[in-house]
């Protein structure tokens, strides 16, 4: 075997060994979830090199340098950090939007709409590329595929979802089969898969290049209303339910593989972290868990909110997990040692809907009912910017993969993109 490069994945930190082998390029991939800010580069370098045999003594001073600068992109940003200010206004839809993603680039962005279009955006430019038309009802939720973004998934009221080529905007499939509302969708990490979940209570799963479906997940007794790959193989696929409960399914049969009880209210969202170990849950009982996704057992319960619990996420590292609630404010756990609360973020006047850390961690980005976006220091909780100027309700935010854009979306029939 003989290493050929180094390629440097940022969010989360690891690095990809592209080697050779038998005359064949093969690939290796390292996480280093736990680099920050504070690592020592060169006894890191050091310890990959007696771990790995594709590392040799020739290549260490190159391994070190690739570990400064994923070292460099994991510093928390922090109240002194960079300042986002309004750079475009897309004035994107008759009706009010539902959902916004970007591509991996950040060069692209995607909008749904109760018109019952998705449209795709220049970013730079603001420029509408091409608007996607077929459905003919609301277009709840929209995705692209990472990280190669050449298809998007869009998922609707008229209880189908599509797949598109965003470049011309032809539909190369419709998914049929559900009898309720699609209200989330999801290509797995491969690109070859593709998952919907609707309010006949059921998920579905559909091979991407025929449009067939492959298997329908029974078993929920409410509307299904969040789901999602694991990060990695996308062998996994977890669902949430208004009937409280999350249930996790292999994608290579139609069973159950385990049901997650605990909550006493309706699920709002449901996530993996990125290493597939921890399934996170937010609840409108007013709590969030922590649950181990291979036991399917919980690990913990958070109950710090004093209303409904309207959305989960992790940091790409996996260390940290949010929520949001509808007591105007957004909390910080740590979910890789004593699940103990770090931060506290105070300050909205209406309920928070979405919640998203930035790809380096340090700051926590939501959108709330007071038609303002927010930036947060992650470790102390304090506010580092308001994001103003939206006239209605902002109910959907992103961050680009590279942490240097940001994309809202309220009810005032707008999306603005934030440098």
Same mark, same amino acid.
């Given at each position: 075997?003989?290493?050929?490069?180094?390629?440097?994945?940022?969010?989360?930190?690891?690095?990809?060994?592209?080697?050779?082998?038998?005359?064949?390029?093969?690939?290796?991939?390292?996480?280093?979830?736990?680099?920050?800010?504070?690592?020592?580069?060169?006894?890191?370098?050091?310890?990959?090199?007696?771990?790995?045999?594709?590392?040799?003594?020739?290549?260490?001073?190159?391994?070190?340098?690739?570990?400064?600068?994923?070292?460099?992109?994991?510093?928390?940003?922090?109240?002194?950090?960079?300042?986002?200010?309004?750079?475009?206004?897309?004035?994107?839809?008759?009706?009010?939007?539902?959902?916004?993603?970007?591509?991996?680039?950040?060069?692209?962005?995607?909008?749904?709409?109760?018109?019952?279009?998705?449209?795709? &955006?220049?970013?730079?430019?603001?420029?509408?590329?091409?608007?996607?038309?077929?459905?003919?009802?609301?277009?709840?939720?929209?995705?692209?595929?990472?990280?190669?973004?050449?298809?998007?998934?869009?998922?609707?009221?008229?209880?189908?979802?599509?797949?598109?080529?965003?470049?011309?905007?032809?539909?190369?499939?419709?998914? &049929?089969?559900?009898?309720?509302?699609?209200?989330?969708?999801?290509?797995?990490?491969?690109?070859?898969?593709?998952?919907?979940?609707?309010?006949?209570?059921?998920?579905?799963?559909?091979?991407?290049?025929?449009?067939?479906?492959?298997?329908?997940?029974?078993?929920?007794?409410?509307?299904?209303?969040?789901?999602?790959?694991?990060?990695?193989?996308?062998?996994?696929?977890?669902?949430?339910? *208004?009937?409280?409960?999350?249930?996790?399914?292999?994608?290579?049969?139609?069973?159950?593989?385990?049901?997650?009880?605990?909550?006493?209210?309706?699920?709002?969202?449901?996530?993996?972290?990125?290493?597939?170990?921890?399934?996170?849950?937010?609840?409108?009982?007013?709590?969030?868990?922590?649950?181990? #996704?291979?036991?399917?057992?919980?690990?913990?319960?958070?109950?710090?909110?004093?209303?409904?619990?309207?959305?989960?996420? *992790?940091? &790409?590292?996996?260390?940290?997990?949010?929520?949001?609630?509808?007591?105007?404010?957004?909390?910080?756990?740590?979910?890789?040692?004593?699940?103990?609360?770090? #931060?506290?973020?105070?300050?909205?006047?209406?309920?928070?809907?979405?919640?998203?850390?930035?790809?380096?961690?340090?700051?926590?980005?939501?959108?709330?009912?007071?038609?303002?976006?927010?930036? &947060?220091?992650?470790?102390?909780?304090?506010?580092?910017?308001?994001? #103003?100027?939206?006239?209605?309700?902002?109910?959907?935010? #992103?961050?680009?993969?590279?942490?240097?854009?940001?994309?809202?979306?309220?009810?005032?029939?707008?999306?603005?993109?934030?440098?």
């Amino acid at each position: 075997m003989k290493l050929l490069r180094f390629h440097l994945r940022y969010h989360p930190p690891g690095i990809t060994l592209e080697y050779l082998q038998k005359g064949m390029v093969k690939s290796k991939e390292i996480d280093l979830l736990d680099l920050n800010a504070n690592t020592n580069t060169k006894e890191l370098a050091f310890l990959l090199y007696q771990k790995e045999p594709l590392i040799t003594e020739e290549v260490r001073d190159q391994l070190e340098q690739c570990l400064e600068v994923l070292k460099k992109r994991t510093e928390h940003e922090g109240p002194t950090g960079k300042r986002f200010y309004i750079y475009k206004t897309l004035m994107t839809h008759v009706l009010p939007l539902t959902n916004v993603a970007f591509d991996k680039t950040g060069n692209s962005c995607l909008s749904g709409s109760y018109d019952r279009t998705c449209k795709v &955006w220049d970013v730079e430019s603001g420029k509408d590329l091409q608007t996607l038309t077929g459905h003919q009802n609301v277009v709840y939720t929209v995705g692209f595929n990472f990280p190669a973004c050449n298809r998007v998934l869009t998922g609707s009221f008229d209880k189908s979802a599509r797949i598109w080529d965003p470049e011309t905007a032809e539909c190369l499939a419709t998914l &049929w089969g559900h009898r309720g509302e699609v209200v989330a969708c999801q290509f797995s990490a491969k690109g070859d898969l593709a998952a919907t979940g609707s309010m006949d209570h059921t998920a579905k799963l559909f091979d991407v290049h025929t449009g067939a479906e492959i298997h329908t997940y029974n078993g929920h007794t409410a509307e299904v209303i969040a789901l999602q790959f694991d990060p990695n193989e996308g062998q996994r696929l977890i669902t949430g339910s *208004f009937d409280g409960t999350i249930s996790i399914w292999d994608t290579r049969v139609d069973e159950r593989v385990s049901v997650l009880r605990g909550h006493d209210g309706e699920i709002s969202n449901v996530q993996f972290n990125w290493d597939s170990s921890l399934v996170g849950s937010s609840s409108l009982d007013g709590s969030a868990k922590l649950w181990d #996704a291979r036991q399917s057992s919980c690990l913990a319960t958070v109950s710090g909110h004093t209303d409904e619990v309207l959305d989960i996420c *992790f940091d &790409w590292a996996g260390q940290r997990m949010a929520t949001a609630s509808s007591d105007c404010s957004a909390r910080v756990y740590d979910v890789k040692s004593d699940f103990k609360e770090l #931060a506290v973020m105070k300050g909205h006047r209406g309920e928070v809907s979405k919640v998203c850390f930035s790809p380096a961690g340090g700051c926590l980005l939501t959108a709330s009912a007071d038609r303002s976006s927010r930036l &947060w220091n992650t470790t102390t909780g304090n506010c580092i910017q308001v994001l #103003a100027g939206h006239q209605g309700e902002i109910f959907s935010c #992103a961050f680009s993969y590279e942490g240097d854009a940001i994309i809202t979306a309220s009810k005032d029939n707008t999306c603005r993109i934030w440098r």
